[in-house]
């Protein structure tokens, strides 16, 4: 048996000259560097412990080496588990007991943190800088490894998403879940070894990790690795790239800057928008400005990526575009029964990008994958008569802000449980940065007050920022139906940032 992902990813670049993670337009570090460092990252997980299957905890910031450390997780056959840096200290504390790490690293200034929160677990770690002690005598280890066996269903990484009930689920995702997302990608998309990928993402999320890194590997791309978003980086990165990945935050972004111009992307060739979306507006505007189309394509992190608009031909703005090759798509009723064409329906999705069911979860699993293979998304669709799909709302209750989930019912979990406070309401209003931003409306209890910075000051504490009501409103009730349910809708309207 070989290892599915990494005898296609990783293993065909042993020898390769190429620049692969170029930071500060220096060739940092080369495809053949990349699988040898990868080796040596892989003894020392072993060295460590790690054995067949074991999780991989990973909060640190984005580095070279969180991704020597991905490719080394997987070499060594185990799971590969990023958390996002701003999660807090309780949000980790779950994460932790739940996935049950042999092994937990993060950046040096969270050392302590980390050990009392997972005193039971080895914790290590990894800085931005290339120092830790997960680095340390990293040269001394041999640059050849004997890779461990991993069939297409064997697990390969382990990505936490939120849900509707404020509990955050593990996504298992195998082997070919993520190979098979990235020979669809590379092939649509026609990347080459010729790209030049602008990477200001996340590499936490299903985005930046498999979307943008696995298909550059897959084809020996180079990859402008930057730490994050920043307009002035990016700006000076566009002349010298031909592809960028981005939430639509990445794009308005640009918009609001005089120096993005045609000329300034005049080597460019493919932009792409996901996570979040895209408005039809900022679409026509970025073409009105560069003459560049973006490619919107809609993903989830239990599914990798499942619609894209056309490479060649039509992008239609406001569209996710068609089904990847390989994966079928399904608009349903509240039955399970597919809709008449043309008619608004539930978003399901088969194919071998989806993923294997919740860590340790087999009743949400059940609830949300089919017998027949269908995972059912929670996202509205549409197709129009061309065979574009259009996400037309949510079943979920979901706030994407920035590109981040946010699930209501965690931060009115954390509300409800503050001294004073009866009950509350999240909802997600209009926002020109973010796309959505947060508002919470809160009751207090009978006879009791309630005080925006105590409120502000728990919510710090538990959640991460990007979790963080930007706007907290106070009313006597919550309108409800004649069912009872709080009207959210109604709260929308009242209420912006
Ligand atoms: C940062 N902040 C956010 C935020 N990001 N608040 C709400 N939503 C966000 N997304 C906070 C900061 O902590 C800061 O708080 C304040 O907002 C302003 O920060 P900023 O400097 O303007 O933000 P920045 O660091 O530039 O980050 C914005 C961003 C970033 C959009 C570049 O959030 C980002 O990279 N998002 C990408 C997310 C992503 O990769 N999603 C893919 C998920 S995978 P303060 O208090 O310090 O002022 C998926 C599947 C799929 O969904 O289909 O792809
Ligand atoms: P996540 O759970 O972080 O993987 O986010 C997945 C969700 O992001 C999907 O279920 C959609 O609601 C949303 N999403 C992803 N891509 C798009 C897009 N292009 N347009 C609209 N929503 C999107």
């Known amino acids: 048996m070989t290892n599915h992902l990494f005898d296609h990813l990783i293993a065909p670049h042993a020898g390769n000259p190429a620049p692969f993670l170029v930071q500060d337009g220096q060739s940092d570090v080369t495809y053949a560097a990349f699988v040898e460092r990868t080796a040596q990252m892989a003894h020392r997980l072993r060295q460590s412990g790690l054995g067949v299957g074991d999780r991989v905890v990973v909060q640190a910031a984005k580095s070279i080496e969180m991704v020597i450390l991905y490719a080394a997780t997987i070499?060594?056959?185990?799971?590969?588990?990023?958390?996002?840096?701003?999660?807090?200290?309780?949000?980790?504390?779950?994460?932790?007991?739940?996935?049950?790490?042999?092994?937990?690293?993060?950046?040096?200034?969270?050392?302590?943190?980390?050990?009392?929160?997972?005193?039971?677990?080895?914790?290590?770690?990894?800085?931005?800088?290339?120092?830790?002690?997960?680095?340390?005598?990293?040269?001394?280890?041999?640059?050849?490894?004997?890779?461990?066996?991993?069939?297409?269903?064997?697990?390969?990484?382990?990505?936490?998403?939120?849900?509707?009930?404020?509990?955050?689920?593990?996504?298992?995702?195998?082997?070919?879940?993520?190979?098979?997302?990235?020979?669809?990608?590379?092939?649509?998309?026609?990347?080459?070894?010729?790209?030049?990928?602008?990477?200001?993402?996340?590499?936490?999320?299903?985005?930046?990790?498999?979307?943008?890194?696995?298909?550059?590997l897959q084809v020996g791309a180079t990859v402008h690795f930057m730490p994050g978003f920043n307009i002035d980086a990016v700006i000076d990165a566009l002349p010298i790239g031909t592809m960028m990945m981005g939430v639509p935050t990445f794009y308005t972004r640009l918009l609001?800057?005089?120096?993005?111009?045609?000329?300034?992307?005049?080597?460019?060739?493919?932009?792409?928008?996901?996570?979040?979306?895209?408005?039809?507006?900022?679409?026509a505007a970025f073409t009105e400005r560069t003459g560049h189309h973006i490619l919107e394509r809609y993903g989830m992190t239990e599914t990798n990526m499942n619609t894209s608009n056309p490479y060649e031909g039509a992008r239609l703005p406001g569209t996710v575009g068609h089904p990847l090759p390989g994966v079928e798509v399904r608009l349903t009723d509240a039955n399970g029964a597919e809709v008449p064409q043309g008619d608004v329906g539930m978003?399901?999705?088969?194919?071998?990008?989806?993923?294997?069911?919740?860590?340790?979860?087999?009743?949400?699993?059940?609830?949300?994958?089919?017998?027949?293979?269908?995972?059912?998304?929670?996202?509205?669709?549409?197709?129009?008569?061309?065979?574009?799909?259009?996400?037309?709302?949510?079943?979920?209750?979901?706030?994407?802000?920035?590109?981040?989930?946010?699930?209501?019912?965690?931060?009115?979990?954390?509300?409800?449980?503050?001294?004073?406070?009866?009950?509350?309401?999240?909802?997600?209003?209009?926002?020109?940065?973010?796309?959505?931003?947060?508002?919470?409306?809160?009751?207090p209890e009978m006879g009791a007050s309630v005080d925006e910075d105590a409120l502000r000051s728990v919510v710090a504490d538990k959640l991460a920022r990007f979790k963080h009501p930007r706007r907290y409103e106070v009313m006597q009730d919550l309108p409800r139906n004649t069912m009872g349910k709080v009207q959210k809708n109604i709260l929308r309207q009242q209420f912006d940032v």
């Open 347 to 443: 978003i399901e999705i088969r194919g071998p990008n989806v993923f294997q069911g919740y860590w340790q979860m087999p009743e949400k699993t059940a609830e949300e994958l089919r017998d027949n293979g269908f995972f059912i998304t929670g996202d509205l669709g549409q197709v129009d008569d061309q065979g574009f799909l259009s996400i037309v709302g949510r079943q979920k209750d979901l706030i994407i802000t920035g590109g981040y989930n946010v699930y209501p019912k965690e931060i009115e979990d954390v509300l409800n449980d503050i001294p004073g406070v009866d009950e509350s309401a999240v909802v997600g209003v209009p926002d020109a940065d973010f796309g959505e931003a947060i508002i919470a409306v809160v009751v």
């Open 256 to 283: 609001s800057d005089d120096r993005l111009t045609a000329d300034l992307v005049a080597g460019m060739r493919l932009f792409v928008s996901g996570s979040a979306p895209l408005l039809a507006e900022t679409h």
């Open 75 to 216: 070499q060594a056959g185990g799971v590969f588990l990023p958390l996002n840096t701003a999660y807090t200290r309780d949000e980790v504390s779950y994460f932790v007991n739940d996935a049950t790490p042999a092994l937990i690293v993060c950046d040096g200034a969270d050392l302590a943190q980390m050990r009392e929160i997972a005193a039971e677990a080895q914790v290590l770690t990894l800085n931005a800088d290339g120092s830790g002690t997960l680095t340390d005598g990293l040269d001394d280890m041999p640059v050849q490894f004997d890779t461990v066996p991993r069939g297409p269903d064997d697990l390969a990484a382990l990505l936490y998403t939120s849900g509707t009930t404020g509990r955050s689920k593990g996504a298992m995702l195998s082997h070919d879940n993520l190979l098979s997302n990235t020979l669809a990608l590379t092939d649509l998309w026609q990347i080459t070894k010729q790209d030049r990928l602008i990477h200001a993402l996340p590499i936490f999320h299903t985005h930046g990790l498999f979307v943008a890194l696995n298909t550059s």
